[in-house]
């Protein structure tokens, strides 16, 4: 493939393949990390969430025994080789939950509705990409910086790789383990194993974020020019897309913008193989400034934890990173507190 186009669109490719993928899980089998949550909290239904679940065991699984076979390279993704701070993921973590609570939808759960026809979403989208970059490497990224100054680093920062060293065993075996572990626990229902529509999107997303690894991988060892080993995440991509829709002659395409694209693309199929396709807008003042100040946290929130929903809570999490718990968890809290205001107003007695 690199003899015939560049990295740079070598790249876009991959990420815009992976994005199909999730488009289509997201309008097909109706994947939200939010709706799960939801779900869970004040329906009693565990559908989605055991279908999240499926995704995560699934990309852990693939993603491991892929770093097994020698077809990705994990250790050069930036949530095992970066610096991270555990204070920063944790408000981050908060920030977003709290945030995507409030707007109704992360940053990839807007793309897949904004796909639908959801113009309310392309809002979210905007101001949640500019928020992340503003505090990423815009004006107030040397007061994130100040904030967080400190930064855990010095060896892979991954739970397989700790257990790799505290065993002997290579990194793919307790890594595989854990992923099967997981993959057990969502499967362990009767019920859930007969809804063939979950079940399948669960594996769509699982196999989006492990080709992304081994796609990556394979254009970094073989093409010529420095490209990262990446998956996908919703966050700083929206901010790097507009830009690159306002700079595509003098900028490079990359992973980012294709996944933003294959989103679009997997959801807007998705819409119309349902026959959901149809134009919506916000025609409540109070609904729009919630969606907006739910995207700015969004915005801050991911940046902080390195990561969104699908960044941390799936790609992230499928290398085991020590990042992907705390993130994870925080995002759920912050999530339940904005789920709770929103529908009780935190109301007691």
Same mark, same amino acid.
Request: hydrophobic content about 55%; charged content about 10%; overall charge positive.
């Given at each position: 493939m690199i003899d015939w186009i560049d990295?740079?669109?070598?790249? $876009?490719?991959?990420?815009?393949?992976? &994005?199909?993928?999730?488009?289509? $899980?997201? @309008?097909?089998?109706?994947?939200?990390?939010?709706?799960?949550?939801? *779900?869970? #909290?004040?329906?009693?239904?565990?559908?989605?969430?055991?279908?999240? /679940?499926?995704a995560l065991g699934g990309a852990i699984v693939l993603t491991f025994a892929a770093d097994g076979l020698?077809? +990705? *390279?994990?250790? @050069?993704? #930036?949530?095992?080789?970066? !610096?991270?701070?555990?204070?920063?993921?944790?408000?981050?973590g908060l920030l977003f939950g709290y945030g995507m609570a409030i707007a109704g939808n992360c940053g990839f759960g807007a793309l897949a509705r904004l796909g639908g026809g959801d113009l309310r979403s392309f809002v979210i989208l905007l101001v949640m990409g500019l928020s992340a970059f503003a505090v990423m490497s815009g004006p107030f990224a040397h007061v994130r910086m100040a904030i967080f100054p400190g930064a855990t680093g010095g060896g892979p920062q991954g739970i397989a790789h700790a257990l790799s060293a505290?065993?002997?065993?290579?990194?793919?075996?307790?890594?595989? $383990?854990?992923?099967?572990? #997981?993959?057990? +626990?969502?499967?362990? *229902? @009767?019920?859930?194993? @007969?809804? &063939?529509? $979950?079940?399948?999107?669960?594996?769509?997303?699982?196999?989006? #974020?492990?080709t992304a690894w081994i796609g990556t991988s394979w254009i970094a060892a073989n093409g010529f020019a420095a490209t !990262?080993?990446?998956?996908?995440?919703?966050?700083?991509?929206?901010?790097?897309?507009?830009?690159?829709?306002?700079?595509?002659?003098?900028?490079?395409?990359?992973?980012?913008v294709g996944s933003v694209a294959g989103v679009l693309l997997g959801a807007?199929?998705?819409?119309?193989?349902? /026959?959901?396709?149809?134009w919506e807008a916000c025609e409540d003042p109070r609904e729009l400034r919630r969606q907006i100040g739910g995207a700015v946290l969004m915005g801050v929130g991911a940046v902080l934890a390195i990561g969104c929903s699908v960044g941390q809570g799936l790609s992230a999490a499928s290398v085991l990173a020590f990042s992907a718990p705390l993130a994870i968890l925080s995002i759920l809290a912050g999530a339940a507190i904005g789920l709770r205001q929103l529908i009780t107003g935190f109301q007691t007695g």
């Amino acid at each position: 493939m690199i003899d015939w186009i560049d990295e740079s669109h070598a790249m $876009a490719l991959v990420g815009c393949a992976g &994005g199909l993928l999730l488009g289509l $899980a997201a @309008r097909l089998g109706r994947f939200c990390t939010l709706g799960a949550i939801e *779900d869970v #909290i004040y329906g009693g239904s565990w559908v989605r969430a055991r279908m999240w /679940g499926v995704a995560l065991g699934g990309a852990i699984v693939l993603t491991f025994a892929a770093d097994g076979l020698g077809l +990705a *390279d994990p250790l @050069r993704s #930036i949530y095992l080789a970066g !610096p991270w701070s555990p204070a920063a993921v944790i408000l981050g973590g908060l920030l977003f939950g709290y945030g995507m609570a409030i707007a109704g939808n992360c940053g990839f759960g807007a793309l897949a509705r904004l796909g639908g026809g959801d113009l309310r979403s392309f809002v979210i989208l905007l101001v949640m990409g500019l928020s992340a970059f503003a505090v990423m490497s815009g004006p107030f990224a040397h007061v994130r910086m100040a904030i967080f100054p400190g930064a855990t680093g010095g060896g892979p920062q991954g739970i397989a790789h700790a257990l790799s060293a505290a065993t002997g065993l290579a990194p793919v075996w307790p890594g595989i $383990a854990i992923g099967l572990a #997981i993959l057990g +626990a969502a499967l362990w *229902d @009767r019920a859930f194993l @007969r809804r &063939g529509t $979950a079940l399948a999107a669960g594996a769509a997303v699982a196999f989006a #974020i492990a080709t992304a690894w081994i796609g990556t991988s394979w254009i970094a060892a073989n093409g010529f020019a420095a490209t !990262p080993v990446v998956s996908h995440t919703f966050a700083a991509p929206l901010g790097g897309t507009m830009l690159w829709l306002m700079t595509a002659s003098g900028t490079s395409l990359n992973f980012g913008v294709g996944s933003v694209a294959g989103v679009l693309l997997g959801a807007f199929a998705g819409s119309l193989l349902r /026959g959901h396709f149809r134009w919506e807008a916000c025609e409540d003042p109070r609904e729009l400034r919630r969606q907006i100040g739910g995207a700015v946290l969004m915005g801050v929130g991911a940046v902080l934890a390195i990561g969104c929903s699908v960044g941390q809570g799936l790609s992230a999490a499928s290398v085991l990173a020590f990042s992907a718990p705390l993130a994870i968890l925080s995002i759920l809290a912050g999530a339940a507190i904005g789920l709770r205001q929103l529908i009780t107003g935190f109301q007691t007695g």
